[in-house]
């Protein structure tokens, strides 16, 4: 089984600020690494796959990079609507789809 | 406009019984595979099962293989969850997921599933 790590946990910051969150997987997974972004009470959304392809409807603010075991899901300047908490998830190998712990973007 | 309607949750005691069903409208349903991934309260996203389109291909995670049942009518565009033999720490939300590739690229509102006697 793929163990997905992210980094770090929680995260405080301002908006308008550059955040960048990671996420390690524990052998190679190519570039078959997805983040979703789930705010409480709602479903998780899809923001990119392929490692840097965004989903449709995503802002361009949101990117992401990497390859093989590590990646990142950069915000370029964090809007009130993106504190949430973020997940990775690699499809490269599987059963089981792995997901990470996750990483909450919070208020400063 | 893709949208997955979740469904069929509740309160059930330890080794009981419940059917999930999530019903699909905004696609060809019958062309996807589909998923199964839950959340217990406050904890992160764990994968259940897949299917794929024709119900060929059914995968489940260690941690319910026995257990809970995936199935598909592509007639009625509806997925399910059949859980038996339910454990506490089977509680949290249950969501379907529109397969693309193998993520989810559409989730459902989610279903709570709480056991407990």
């Known amino acids: 089984e793929i163990v997905m790590t992210q980094s770090p946990a929680t995260l405080s910051v301002s908006p308008g600020e550059r955040v960048t969150l990671s996420c390690r997987a524990s052998q190679s997974v190519g570039i078959d690494l997805a983040w979703y972004q789930q705010k409480p009470g709602q479903a998780p959304r899809l923001l990119i796959h392929?490692?840097?392809t965004r989903a449709t409807g995503i802002p361009t603010r949101f990117s992401g990079g990497g390859s093989g075991t590590e990646f990142t899901l950069t915000i370029s300047s964090l809007q009130s609507e993106d504190f949430a908490v973020y997940y990775c998830q690699q499809y490269n190998n599987w059963p089981p789809l792995t997901f990470g712990g996750g990483t909450k973007v919070e208020i400063k | 406009e893709v949208h997955l309607a979740d469904s069929g949750g509740g309160l059930v005691q330890p080794g009981g019984s419940l059917r999930l069903s999530c019903v699909a409208s905004?696609?060809?349903?019958?062309?996807?595979?589909m998923h199964w991934v839950r959340q217990a309260p406050g904890k992160g996203l764990e994968w259940v099962a897949s299917i794929n389109w024709n119900s060929q291909t059914v995968i489940y995670a260690d941690s319910v293989r026995g257990r809970f049942t995936v199935s598909r009518d592509n007639a009625k565009n509806s997925l399910y969850l059949q859980l038996d033999s339910l454990r506490p720490d089977d509680t949290g939300m249950y969501y379907c997921?529109?397969?693309?590739?193998?993520?989810?690229?559409?989730w459902g509102q989610g279903t709570l599933v709480t056991v407990s006697s």
């Open positions: 997921g529109k397969g693309f590739q193998w993520l989810l690229d559409h």
């Open positions: 392929g490692s840097s």
């Open positions: 905004g696609f060809n349903f019958g062309d996807y595979v």
